[in-house]
Each structure stands twice: as structure tokens, then as C-alpha cells.
């Protein structure tokens, strides 16, 4: 049977905990050093060491089979991919925060008014969904520090302690989506005896967590 790929995260907040289940389902590798592609010496399995943002379009073109990610990756992204089971670490949600003093009170306060975001398209989604016309300001980091630089007035990003946004003076206004990490596979893929085996040690994994 053709060896299965499996893309994760090479380094950053889901590397450790993605090596660990995977380590826990008693797969036998070793992480990312400098190689990108580690085999799997007891299963027919091959871990690749990708840029989170990657992921998504890697199990979508078929180049891994499965993939650990963050679902706000997956929604900004837009790629057809198949949830396979969510793994309850990598919590956050992205939401719009605003400055504490701002004057902004209702969602149609954001109506014409300047928004920093690295999720430009789950923003516009939401605003749309809002019936809001704002106008989005994408940047690729430190979203936070926007409006204390005159960029923008409210910001669109993740928080998990929320500790970031009050060392910035923001505050969370609302709730965007939540996110978590969560296996992913190529759409049609879903019944191979393998990806199957993988998703009932992953399942049983977490069982032994509750
Ligand atoms: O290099 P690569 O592209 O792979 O990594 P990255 O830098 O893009 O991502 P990384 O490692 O920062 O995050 C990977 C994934 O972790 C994200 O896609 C989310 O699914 C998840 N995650 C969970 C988070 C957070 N919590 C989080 N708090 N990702 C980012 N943050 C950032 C947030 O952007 C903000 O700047 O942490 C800051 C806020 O944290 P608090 O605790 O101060 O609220
Ligand atoms: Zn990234």
C-alpha cells in the first residue's frame, strides 16, 4: 500500500503538540531538525515539516494525504479539504478588537472604518455577512500595533489570553470565529485503511486526554 504524508507544522505554536499526538498514536520519527521529511519507521508514514500557511493547499493538491492545522488557516486559505477530527489544542479565536478609548459602541459603528487584518478574507466574509462596508487594511504581522500608528481604527486577529492586545490598549469588541488545530485529508481520501487506522488511534489518543 502507498506510503501515507502527513504535513505539520515545521516550527511555532502547533509543532509540539502536532509531534506529540502524533508520537502518542505510537508513531516512531524524528521532528524537524533540518530535513523536511521524516519517515515513520514502524507505519507507512512520512511527516512533512511545512509553513502552517502551506498545509491547507499541500492536502488539497494531494501532495501530503492529511494535515494538522489551524482552522482559521483552512478558512483563509479557502481550500476543499475534509475535517477529519478536531484535536483540542491551538484554541484561539479570532476576533475585532478595538482601541480603549474608541468611540466604536455597535457592529455598525465599523461601517467605513479602517480595519488591520492577516485574515483579510474570513474578515470580509464577516463583514459582508454584517451587512458592513469596511475598509480592510491586510498586513502579514504585529496587526496590534495598527492603531496605535494611525492605520486603522479597530483590528481583526487572533487572541488566545488576550494579553497582547491589552499590552497594546485594545480591547476584544467581537468574536470572529473560534479556532482549534484539527486533522485534515485530501477530499475522496477518506476511506483509505490507513487514513482509518490513523484517525482511530488519533481518536483514541484524545479519549485517554478526557
Ligand atoms: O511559521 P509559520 O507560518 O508556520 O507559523 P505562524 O507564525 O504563521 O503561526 P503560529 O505558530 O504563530 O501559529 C500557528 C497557529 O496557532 C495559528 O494559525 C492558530 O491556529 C494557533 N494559535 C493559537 C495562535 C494563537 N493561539 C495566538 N495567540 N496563533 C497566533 N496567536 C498570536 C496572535 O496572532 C497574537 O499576535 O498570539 C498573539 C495573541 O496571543 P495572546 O495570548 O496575547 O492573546
Ligand atoms: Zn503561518
Known amino acids: 500500500m502507498k506510503t501515507l504524508k502527513i504535513a505539520i507544522q515545521k516550527s511555532g505554536r502547533l509543532n509540539e ?53 489551524g482552522e482559521n488557516v483552512i478558512y483563509e486559505t479557502g481550500v476543499e479539504v475534509s475535517f477529519l477530527q478536531k484535536l483540542g489544542f491551538g484554541k484561539c479565536s479570532l476576533k475585532i478588537a478595538i482601541p480603549n478609548n474608541s468611540s466604536i459602541q455597535s457592529l455598525g459603528d465599523l461601517d467605513g472604518k479602517a480595519i488591520a487584518t492577516s485574515y483579510p478574507v474570513i474578515l470580509e466574509k464577516f463583514l459582508k455577512q454584517n451587512k458592513l462596508k469596511a475598509d480592510i487594511r491586510t498586513i502579514s504581522g504585529s496587526v496590534e500595533i495598527s492603531p496605535g500608528l494611525g ?42 485503511p490507513l487514513i482509518q487506522e490513523l484517525i482511530q488511534r488519533v481518536q483514541s489518543v484524545l479519549r485517554a486526554k478526557e
Do not use: H, W
Open 17 to 69: 503538540k502536532s509531534v506529540e499526538l502524533l508520537k502518542n498514536c505510537g508513531l516512531s520519527f524524528e521532528n524537524y531538525k533540518s530535513s523536511l521529511i521524516s519517515p515513520v519507521s514502524n507505519f507507512p508514514l512520512e511527516i512533512l515539516f511545512l509553513r502552517d500557511d502551506d498545509i491547507p493547499e499541500y492536502v488539497q493538491d494531494g501532495i501530503a494525504d492529511l494535515g494538522i492545522v
Open 151 to 192: 492605520m486603522s481604527d479597530a483590528i481583526c486577529d487572533l487572541v488566545s489570553t488576550g494579553g497582547t492586545l491589552k499590552s497594546n490598549g485594545l480591547k476584544p469588541f467581537t468574536d470572529v470565529l473560534s479556532s482549534e488545530a484539527v486533522l485534515i485529508g485530501r477530499k475522496g481520501e477518506e476511506d483509505n
